[in-house]
């Protein structure tokens, strides 16, 4: 149970410093980034289970967080961001 917590927390804080990277924005607040990895990765398996995708491994669930806080980010920008 702690190891699986603990895993989600790295991804999580992963996924959200990456995405803000690849989108552009800033990337030096460490919560930000959990709090958007986290919702990436929800976003992202998802999408993966829409498509037929799932990851089986920590690098898959990194490039699944990721291309969801993408996603995510790009419709928070979009359409919730005035």
Same mark, same amino acid.
């Given at each position: 149970?702690?190891?699986?917590? #603990?895993?989600?927390? +790295? %991804? &999580?804080?992963?996924? @959200?410093? !990456?995405?803000?990277?690849?989108? /552009? =924005?800033?990337?030096? *607040?460490?919560?930000?980034? #959990?709090?958007?990895? +986290? %919702? &990436?990765?929800?976003? @992202?398996? !998802?999408?993966?289970?829409?498509? /037929? =995708?799932?990851?089986? *491994? ?9 291309? &969801? ?14």
């Amino acid at each position: 149970m702690l190891w699986w917590l #603990l895993c989600t927390i +790295l %991804v &999580g804080c992963a996924a @959200g410093f !990456l995405a803000s990277k690849i989108m /552009g =924005l800033d990337s030096s *607040n460490w919560v930000q980034n #959990l709090v958007i990895g +986290l %919702v &990436g990765s929800f976003v @992202g398996g !998802l999408i993966g289970w829409v498509i /037929g =995708l799932r990851a089986t *491994n920590l690098i898959g669930s990194v490039i699944i967080s990721v291309i &969801g806080a993408c996603a995510a980010l790009w419709a928070y920008n979009k359409y919730l961001k005035k």
